[in-house]
T-cell receptor, first 113, second 116 residues
Framework: AQSVTQLGSHVSVSEGALVLLRCNYS??????LFWYVQYPNQGLQLLLK??????LVKGINGFEAEFKKSETSFHLTKPSAHMSDAAEYFC???????????FGKGTRLHILP | EAGVTQFPSHSVIEKGQTVTLRCDPI?????LYWYRRVMGKEIKFLLH????????ESGMPNNRFLAERTGGTYSTLKVQPAELEDSGVYFC??????????????FGSGTQLSVL
C-alpha cells in the first residue's frame, strides 16, 4: 500500500534561508510523486510533480524536489525563502495509472523576518 | 476561466443534522474527486466520479455519506445524520478526461464542516 510521511508538522526558517521540507514515501510500484501547496483561504495548488523522467524536478516559485529511489525520499527545497512562501505544503503519491492521490499530513512553513 | 468552486465555505451544524456540500468543477472536466481532511491528519480520498458515474468510492467512510453528480456537472456530498467525527475540511478537485494520473488536478478551496 502507498503511504507518505512528512517529517515535521511545522517548520520555521528565516527569510532568505534555505527551505527544506522532508517527505518519504512507500509504494510497491514506481510512484508518481507530487508536492502541493495551500495558501490561506485557497485551494491546493500543484507545485511540482515527478513522473519517472528527470529525478530533479523544478516547480513553480523557485521550488524543486529530488527523487531518490534508494532513500524513498522526495524532499522539497528552495534556496532562499520569501515571506510569501508561508503556507502549508503537502507531499503526495499515486501509483501509475491510479487516479487516487495519497497525501501526507502536511507541513506548515513559517517564514521569520 | 473559473476554477473549482465549493459551497458553502463554512458550515456549522449540530450532531444529527443533515448537511449538503456542493462542488462545481471546471467546465469540461469529466473527472471529479472528493477528499476530506480531518484536523491534524492526512487529506484522504473519498470518491471519484467520471461524468455522472462513480468510478471509485472506496474512501467513503460509511453509509451516512451520499455523493451524487447528476448530469455529470456539479456534485453534491450529503452527510446524514452528521456525527462529531465528520468535522473537517472537504475538498473537491477536477481534471479533464485523460489526465487520470492527476497531472492536471485542480482543487477547490474546500468546505470547513464543524459538527457540534
Amino acid at each position: 500500500a502507498q503511504s507518505v510521511t512528512q517529517l515535521g508538522s511545522h517548520v520555521s526558517v528565516s527569510e532568505g534561508a534555505l527551505v527544506l521540507l522532508r517527505c518519504n514515501y512507500s509504494s510497491s510500484v514506481p510512484p508518481y510523486l507530487f508536492w502541493y501547496v495551500q495558501y490561506p483561504n485557497q485551494g491546493l495548488q500543484l507545485l511540482l510533480k515527478y513522473t519517472s523522467a528527470a529525478t530533479l524536478v523544478k516547480g513553480i516559485n523557485g521550488f524543486e524536489a529530488e527523487f531518490k529511489k534508494s532513500e524513498t525520499s522526495f524532499h522539497l527545497t528552495k534556496p532562499s525563502a520569501h515571506m510569501s512562501d508561508a503556507a502549508e505544503y503537502f507531499c503526495a503519491v499515486s501509483e501509475g495509472g491510479d487516479d487516487k492521490i495519497i497525501f501526507g499530513k502536511g507541513t506548515r512553513l513559517h517564514i521569520l523576518p | 476561466e473559473a476554477g473549482v468552486t465549493q459551497f458553502p465555505s463554512h458550515s456549522v451544524i449540530e450532531k444529527g443534522q443533515t448537511v449538503t456540500l456542493r462542488c462545481d468543477p471546471i467546465s469540461g472536466h469529466d473527472n471529479l474527486y472528493w477528499y476530506r481532511r480531518v484536523m491534524g491528519k492526512e487529506i484522504k480520498f473519498l470518491l471519484h466520479f467520471v461524468k455522472e458515474s462513480k468510478q471509485d468510492e472506496s474512501g467513503m467512510p460509511n453509509n451516512r455519506f451520499l455523493a451524487e453528480r447528476t448530469g455529470g456537472t456539479y456534485s453534491t456530498l450529503k452527510v446524514q445524520p452528521a456525527e462529531l467525527e465528520d468535522s473537517g475540511v472537504y475538498f473537491c478537485a477536477s481534471s479533464q478526461v485523460g489526465f487520470g494520473r492527476n497531472e492536471k488536478l485542480f482543487f477547490g478551496s474546500g468546505t470547513q464542516l464543524s459538527v457540534l
